[in-house]
């Protein structure tokens, strides 16, 4: 049996961004390692929705900079795999924005919440009723893996 040496998201229960309408911007990340330096992947749950975007994740990777579950240093300087949770804004909204999520591995469970200051983007084109896609999904979801980044 494989015993996990594993660092936990290394940020607050609450965060705090800002973003520009229309342009994602990543709200938290998900980032444990075993004693090989393999990513456990955990189950992101959305606990409360947006109310003017929505939410996906992305795979990424990290340099491992502390271990803060054990004494265990193996995987220290090492990149290792996680999940980052995005927020992605309606194009034609400003003002706040929250989320929150629960960060489920095996044998531990994370709660999160991200408030997001949305600032309005000129430079960015507004889209049409009915033209832009939205899903802030409803409590319980899990959150499912973002589209894939345009060019």
Request: proline share 7%.
């Amino acid at each position: 049996m494989m015993h996990s040496a594993q660092a936990c998201a290394q940020e607050p229960d609450i965060i705090n961004r800002t973003a520009r309408a229309g342009h994602e911007v990543a709200v938290g990340y998900a980032l444990r390692w075993n004693r090989k330096c393999e990513p456990p992947i955990p189950k992101l749950t959305l606990t409360v929705p947006p109310d003017h975007g929505s939410i996906c994740a992305r795979d990424f990777s990290a340099i491992a900079k502390r271990n803060v579950v054990n004494d265990d240093q193996t995987c220290i300087g090492k990149r290792v795999r996680g999940l980052q949770v995005i927020y992605y804004p309606r194009s034609d909204y400003a003002g706040h924005d929250s989320v929150d999520y629960v960060i489920q591995f095996s044998n531990k469970s994370i709660n999160k919440h991200a408030n997001i200051e949305v600032r309005r983007d000129s430079s960015a084109p507004t889209a049409k009723a009915g033209e832009e896609s939205i899903a802030p999904g409803k409590a319980g979801d899990v959150i499912v893996a973002c589209a894939p980044l345009s060019s």
